[in-house]
């Protein structure tokens, strides 16, 4: 609501949740479809919980500095920016996740080794070429 006058003034006006007397103080009040936003805030959190996102490291990122809600807003806010360049230009959204980190991918592979020799497996892990490997992206 605005801060400038009393809840019971008559001059108050708003519109979809918008002030028109003081338009500064409620510049930042969020003027939206209902349904859109609550979709935007279910991605968000959605997005929030799933590991290797890039939207779990600007929560993450977030979090500590602005609190849980504006943290989901906040990612609400990149995906709905993203929705809108893939709709209005054009581009292709590619979802990155983590960069692999050498170190623990060669533990995993030993681990996976090692769980297929215990199933009764022969295996020998040889690394390939890095010019003929294929991209480890997943």
């Given amino acids: 609501m605005c801060a400038s006058l009393p809840q019971d003034s008559k001059q108050h006006v708003t ?3 918008k002030c028109f007397v003081c338009p500064p103080l409620c510049a930042r009040m969020f003027v939206c479809n209902p349904t859109m936003r609550r979709l935007l ?5 959605a997005a929030a919980k ?3 996102c890039d939207f779990q490291i600007l929560f993450r ?3 500590p ?6 943290a989901i807003w906040a990612v609400a806010h990149r995906i709905c920016r993203w929705i809108w360049k893939v709709l209005h230009e054009g581009v292709r959204y590619v979802h990155r996740g983590l960069d ?3 170190k623990a991918v060669q533990q995993k592979c030993r681990r996976l080794g090692a769980e297929l ?6 295996v020998d892990l040889t690394p390939l070429d890095t010019a003929t490997a294929p991209s480890m992206s997943m």
Avoid: I
């Fill in 100 to 102: 692999l980190n050498p």
């Fill in 61 to 63: 990122r977030l979090l």
């Fill in 117 to 122: 020799r215990l199933l009764g497996y022969k």
């Fill in 15 to 17: 519109v979809h949740r």
């Fill in 65 to 70: 500095r602005l609190g849980y809600k504006k």
């Fill in 50 to 52: 799933q590991n290797g």
């Fill in 41 to 45: 805030n279910q991605m968000a959190h």
